[in-house]
């Protein structure tokens, strides 16, 4: 069995865009949350509406992943990443990730069948999530993230940390023997 290499998001380009929202977000938990390094702050909406997440560069970025941390999507939600040519979402369509589950389910030989029903997911029982998706590296002037999660329980869709940028993957793995100390 193979492993597959680390990959590293070296700098994160989420932290440099002007983010907006639609349609807004709780007054006291805004969209600039998502910048922030504090692991208490979230970013709230308001309803389980879509939800679009905007973000524009003063200069093209290339881009390659984007994580959506400590989020709390149901295995139902989806997040959809769209990257533009153009300012404010403007210009051609570079990229779209197409609706990308949020929780994706257990592969059959992960689970235990024992105690593991068929729809688990590897954050099933977890109070938060992460949701990250790769690709080829595209330069990139503007983003949209669409959040989908209808049925969640909670009311809302939040989130603590939105991270996009270029990532590096080495060409050798780090050896899984390797001792940290």
């Avoid at 049925?151 to 990532?167: F, T």
Wanted: glycine share 4%; charged share 15%.
């Amino acid at each position: 069995m193979t492993t597959p290499n680390v990959r590293i998001l070296i700098e994160n380009d989420a932290d440099t865009a002007t983010l907006t929202t639609s349609p807004a977000l709780v007054a006291t938990l805004p969209v600039a949350n998502l910048q922030e390094t504090s692991r208490y702050k979230l970013a709230r909406t308001t309803s389980l509406a879509s939800q679009d997440i905007l973000g524009n560069w003063s200069a093209d970025r290339c881009i390659s992943c984007i994580t959506l941390w400590r989020h709390n999507l149901t295995s139902a939600g989806t997040m959809r990443l769209y990257l533009y040519s153009g300012a404010n979402q403007t210009g051609s369509t570079l990229f779209d990730s197409g609706a990308v589950v949020a929780h994706p389910i257990k592969a059959l030989g992960d689970m235990d069948l024992v105690y593991d029903p068929l729809t688990t997911s590897v954050f099933t029982g977890w109070d938060w999530a992460f949701t990250t998706i790769w690709f080829n590296a595209i330069w990139c002037r503007s983003f949209k993230l669409t959040l989908a999660d209808a049925s969640n329980p909670a009311g809302y869709m939040q989130a603590a940390r939105l991270m996009l940028g270029r990532h590096f993957e080495p060409l050798y793995n780090m050896p899984l023997s390797c001792p940290l100390f």
